[in-house]
């Protein structure tokens, strides 16, 4: 887990990893459950404003398991508003200060593996779907620090 030390759980947790490009299902010894390629922000470093297109580090817990089919998003690349941006789900987290931050599917599946949102962690629509069946409420999520630039 890149040197950070695992939580003390009683359940499965998820660790992010914005380097290497990767979500991890991780049983409560720290084993690997099951990993998924992502996308996230644009930008390196710990998320300090809105628009800054970073991705929060440290950990959170999944406040919500939204339904997010139809749901749309502008992203201001004078397209107008994609319906389906978000994929099947959208599963919130408890990000302070901030409502919009969560693990989502995609429209774009040829974005996974590299640096394209606006903050949050895209994942491919069937691995949303296949994380979504897996986690909960509640659930821990750690998300790594980017490396030194």
């Known amino acids: 887990m890149c040197g950070v030390a695992a939580p003390q759980q009683r359940e499965e947790y998820i660790v992010i990893d914005k ?6 299902l ?13 996308a996230c922000g644009k930008n390196y470093g710990q998320k300090t404003r809105s628009g ?8 959170f817990r999944i406040n919500q398991l939204l339904n997010a089919k139809g749901l749309t998003h502008d992203f201001g690349d004078g397209k107008g508003p ?11 987290l408890d990000v302070p200060g ?10 774009l599946p040829e974005s996974i593996g590299s640096r394209c949102t606006e903050g ?3 994942l491919r629509n069937e691995d ?12 821990v999520v750690i998300i790594l620090p ?3 630039q």
């Open 19 to 24: 380097e290497h490009f990767t979500l991890t």
């Open 26 to 38: 991780t049983a409560p010894d720290g084993t690997a459950i099951k990993t998924y390629g992502i």
């Open 52 to 59: 800054d297109h970073k991705t929060p580090e440290g950990t």
């Open 82 to 92: 994609v319906k389906d941006a978000y994929g099947p789900w959208f599963l919130r």
């Open 98 to 107: 901030r409502r919009d931050i969560g693990i989502h599917g995609t429209h």
């Open 120 to 122: 949050c962690i895209r």
């Open 128 to 139: 949303i779907t296949d994380l979504k069946s897996r986690v909960h409420v509640g659930t």
């Open 146 to 148: 980017d490396p030194n």
